[in-house]
Structure formats: C-alpha cells, structure tokens
C-alpha cells in the first residue's frame, strides 16, 4: 500500500518584513562598525532588499568587506520560500572591524521571475541604481565561518558567514 501526502508552506509579506528587520539589523551594524558606508545607505539598500523579497524577485544577497580590493570578510544570504525546517536566530555576529580602503560591495541574485516585465514594474521603486556586475561571489580567500537563519512562517533567508 502506498501513501502520498502533500505539504505546503505558507507565508505572508508580513513574514519577509520580520525577516528583514533582521537583515536590515545586520547590513546596519555592519555600516557602524565598518565605517565602509552610512547608516542611511544601509537602509536603504534594505529598502531596495526588501521591496524585491516581497515581490518573489530574489534569490540572494551577498555582502564583502574589501580593504581596496581585498576580501576582508562576507556574508551571503540565501532566500528560503520553503524555510520550515529552520530555525529562527537572533541577528548580530557582524561587527565587521574597520580597515584601510573599506569598500562594502552588496550584489544581488535575482529569481527567474525578475524579468523585463518585472524590472519595469520596480522602475522607480527603488532607491540604489543597481548595476550588472561580474564580480565573483565564491569568496574562495575566505574560509566559510558559520551562519545564523532568519525565519517566519516558512520564508527565510539563511546566512552563510566567511572570514580570514
């Protein structure tokens, strides 16, 4: 005899804010103790963070301290619109130290569903003039330094920390 089951998860935009005031607490202690960009800039790529998390446009966020164009230190964020399984942890662990040249560089991942349509939608929505980037994301000078997971009611983000 065989059995099938289906599960679903369910969230609601209110579950992305939750999500990212703790996101928006790290990107913030991250520009304080860095000194790489303001307060108010982190919030506002928060804002940009956000508005596309809630509309299912992305997939990742990665954040790098470079001291001119060395990696210092990152911390990439996956989205999980199936995060049941996580647990949620409280944000911090990111009191980055400041350095030479600080540089923050933020680059997003987008999801399929972010398309021509899509970005004409967020035309003038949001507050960075996000560009294309090539630059490389495997922090493969790091060495991968443990994490935390941020989640309500099955949608997350799961942050994978790197360091020297």
């Known amino acids: 005899m065989t059995y099938t089951t289906t599960s679903t998860q369910t969230y609601s935009v209110t579950d992305v804010e939750v999500v990212m005031r703790r996101f928006t607490a ?5 520009a304080q103790s860095t000194q790489a960009i303001s307060e ?14 809630k509309k299912g446009y992305l997939k ?9 164009s060395v990696e210092i230190c990152a ?4 989205i999980d ?7 949620t942890s409280r944000p911090g662990g990111v009191l980055w130290r400041r350095v030479a040249l600080p540089n923050l560089r ?27 980037t090539t630059a490389d994301t495997s922090h493969s000078t790091l060495v991968r330094s443990g994490g935390r ?12 920390d790197y360091g020297t």
């Open 106 to 132: 933020i680059i997003l991942s987008y999801a399929p569903t972010y398309d021509a349509a899509a970005r004409a939608s967020m035309q003038g929505k949001l507050r960075i003039g996000w560009v294309p």
């Open 149 to 160: 997971d941020y989640v309500s009611n099955g949608w997350g983000m799961q942050r994978k």
């Open 26 to 30: 790290d990107i913030v202690m991250i």
């Open 75 to 78: 911390t990439k964020y996956v």
């Open 81 to 87: 619109s199936a995060a049941g399984t996580l647990t």
């Open 40 to 53: 108010q800039k982190a919030y506002d790529y928060s804002f940009d963070v956000e508005a596309l998390a």
């Open 60 to 68: 990742a966020v990665d954040l790098t301290l470079l001291s001119g």
